[in-house]
């Protein structure tokens, strides 16, 4: 196996960020306070996207070894709707009627394998690729990055549906992490090969962006499950 490039090492590197990200609330809320097992496998998602981050940019995008470069490419990105797929869930858990998430959660999990399909179809290579949503030489989203963004959109949407129910303090915590999302998101649209003068991996940058956007969703969880009065969430499992 060759060196990886500079871009391919940061792109890696950074990747642990991922992983860790999800670790490191499933330990926290290990041992400081539990949360509804929805939460639980959120996180384990999110260490999962993690492992496929670094697999991807480690040994699957420069010089691909154990499969293509497609497949490991596929997996990091379908994880990645997974994990958005998984929050939307736990969301829906949260602060949804049961009667709503009967057709709720259903038609949320249609739209992650929606998804999931179009991406793997898009990877394929016999498939001719090309950015669904283009930003000339900087770079863009291709169809699997664009269902991701919009389901990130779509969990959002189901937090601001019952602003009324969050508290203002993790009103400051869920907007810290939207902004940093939204942060993310246009990191992000660069190219993964793209490094602005003279040390700036703007793809790899995106993973230390994210990784700190679900440091900040576990912090905005752990202070509303932590309160004594839990009446504005269903805590249950």
Known sequence: MNELPNYGLANTVTGFATLFSGLLPLWLTFVMQSQ????????WMIALTGVFTITLHG???????????????????????????????????????????????????????????????????????????????????YPGETWLIGFSWLTIGLF???????????????????????????????????????????HALWHLVGAYGFIVLWAFNHLRFDQTDTAAVHTSP
């Open 36 to 43: 509804p097992r929805r939460w639980y496998f959120v996180y």
């Open 160 to 202: 601001a549906a019952k602003w009324h129910r969050i508290g203002t303090r993790e009103r400051v915590l869920l907007l810290t992490a939207s902004a940093i999302f939204f942060v993310g998101m246009i990191l992000a649209t660069a190219s993964n090969k793209l490094i602005l003068y003279p040390f700036i991996p703007l």
């Open 59 to 141: 040994f699957g995008e420069t010089n691909p070894v154990l499969g293509a470069r497609w497949f490991w490419a596929f997996l990091d990105t379908g994880s990645n709707i997974v994990v958005a797929w998984s929050i939307a869930l736990a969301i829906l858990g949260d602060y949804y009627a049961t009667r709503t998430r009967a057709w709720a959660s259903p038609l949320v999990t249609a739209a992650m394998l929606v998804g999931v399909a179009w991406h793997f179809y898009d990877r394929l290579p016999s498939t001719e690729r090309a950015y669904l949503i283009p930003f000339g030489a900087w770079g863009g989203f």
